[in-house]
């Protein structure tokens, strides 16, 4: 089982979501930016990593959100889903198709990757987000 990790990162209330590029699994779906823990690295290391390797910004941990296990064609994965606001840094794409600020509202009329579901319609349910800063 491949565990990966996702930001669903909170910055002036709204969210954001990438597009997956046309050359990557699952092309061209929404997701919660992310990637895959490497070994001898927590989950929190790996998701502050991926996001500033995937995106160029730094990020603050809220706190875990969601874990979710899904079977694809090319494997079964963990997903653990992390709340957190943006930090630092100017954001920039270096593995995805394009990004987007979305309220909280509109996420359910994005095509996400099925494992991410579950924590979008989580997120839709949820009527704030503690230890934010910000509602959304």
Known sequence: MLKV???IIIHNNKILITQRSSKMKLPM?????GGKINDNETPEECIKREIYEELN???KIIEKFHINYHNYDFGEICLISFLALWESGKLLLNEHEKYLWVKKDEL????FAPA???AVDRLIRKKSLK???ELV
């Open 29 to 33: 779906s929404w997701e919660f930016p």
């Open 131 to 133: 230890n934010t800063d």
């Open 116 to 118: 991410d579901r579950p």
């Open 57 to 59: 910004i730094g990020i």
């Open 5 to 7: 990790c996702a930001a």
């Open 108 to 111: 359910e009329n994005f095509d």
